[in-house]
């Protein structure tokens, strides 16, 4: 099982950037997607986006389209989000997650994925 660590989170004004990381250990298997999701209190866990491992294919949640951008490193087993121009709306605890790859496309629900980190907070203040 591949085991995820988050870091990045804080406090940051609206209009601001932050970039989150998620370490990868245990091995990545190449038919894998790596995502990340945002949770909100009392919420379900909203997919954010998501890229493939093995040709970094990307898959952008909605909400985020233009703002968000989702990388990865393969010799370092890493995976990024860097987050612009950030919205109050944009605030919630951040989950990297991995999941397999179906071949057809990556997927947006959280019950598609069977790793998670522990998360990273991310405030963003009007």
């Known amino acids: 099982q591949v085991h995820l660590v988050e870091f990045g989170g804080g406090l940051v004004q609206t209009g601001g950037s932050l970039r989150l990381s998620c370490a990868a250990s245990?091995?990545?298997?190449?038919?894998?997607?790596l995502a990340w999701f945002r949770q909100d209190p009392g919420n379900w866990r909203t997919f954010v986006g998501g890229i493939k491992w093995s040709d970094g294919q990307i898959r952008d949640g909605d909400s985020v389209k233009g703002r968000f951008t989702i990388s990865r490193d393969n010799a370092k087993n890493m995976v990024y989000l860097q987050m612009s121009n950030l919205r109050p709306e944009d605030s919630g605890v951040y989950y990297c997650?991995?999941?397999?790859?179906?071949?057809?496309?990556?997927?947006?629900?959280?019950?598609?994925?069977?790793?998670w980190g522990q998360g990273t907070q991310v405030t963003v203040s009007s």
């Open positions: 997650a991995a999941g397999f790859y179906n071949g057809i496309m990556i997927h947006t629900t959280e019950n598609q994925y069977d790793s």
């Open positions: 245990g091995g990545i298997p190449r038919n894998y997607v």
